[in-house]
T-cell receptor, first 114, second 116 residues
């Protein structure tokens, strides 16, 4: 069965500082990996996705993520955080075959200090 | 605006009452999903519909039923609400079931349900 672990429940960074949110997945075959962002009181919005090819993927709002098969990780990064990035971030893994929907991690809440 | 529409946005139920959460998408997506979100637990899949006419159980289906009414609509029913069903419910849709939906999922804005 596929699973996702986000080790950090809550992270606080200063505005302008760099950010890295961790995500580890468990899946036997080639994973389809996603990062979603949820602003307070809102639904989830897709930030970026990895299917195959280049292991560094670019997303919206200046985010990027790197797929590392050897570490089963798909960490999200941003060079310089803005106050508007404060939100909850979810990593998710999908299967390439079979009747499986996306499995989500428990989320990381990002707080941005001025 | 194209997307996923959920109704109602907020609901308070008494234990034992029933209700149906409605979800509709206008993107001609084949697959639809119901997730619940609880603090510290992320999103957990309740039911999903890979295509019109099919439904399958997810991780936490007990106490819920679903109906894929047509390609656009996918409803979630609580027959006898319990306090443990207090949660935020999200409907989502995607092009397909596999490969994370191909282009990912589009989510509705959620229904905040409280059962007292």
């Amino acid at each position: 069965a596929q699973s996702v672990t986000q080790p950090d429940i809550h992270i606080t960074v200063s505005e302008g500082a760099s950010l890295e949110l961790r995500c580890n997945y468990s899946y036997g075959a080639t994973p389809y990996l996603f990062w979603y962002v949820q602003s307070p009181g809102q639904g989830l919005q897709l930030l970026l996705k990895y299917f195959s090819g280049d292991t560094l993927v670019q997303g919206i709002k200046g985010f990027e993520a790197e797929f590392k098969r050897s570490q089963s990780s798909f960490n999200l990064r941003k060079p310089s955080v803005h106050w508007s990035d404060a939100a909850e971030y979810f990593c998710a893994v999908g299967a390439d075959t079979g009747r499986r929907a996306l499995t989500f991690g428990s989320g990381t809440r990002l707080q941005v200090q001025p | 605006n194209a997307g996923v529409t959920q109704t109602p946005k907020f609901q308070v139920l008494k234990t034992g009452q029933s209700m149906t959460l409605q979800c509709a998408q206008d993107m001609n997506h084949n697959s639809m999903y119901w997730y619940r979100q609880d603090p510290g637990m992320g999103l957990r899949l309740i039911y999903y519909s890979a295509s019109e006419g099919t439904t399958d159980k997810g991780e936490v289906p007990n106490g819920y039923n679903v109906s894929r009414l047509n390609k656009r609509e996918f409803s979630l029913r609580l027959e006898s609400a319990a306090p443990s069903q207090t949660s935020v419910y999200f409907c989502a849709s995607s092009e397909a079931l596999q490969m994370g939906g191909v282009y990912g999922y589009t989510f509705g804005s959620g229904t905040r349900l409280t059962v007292v």
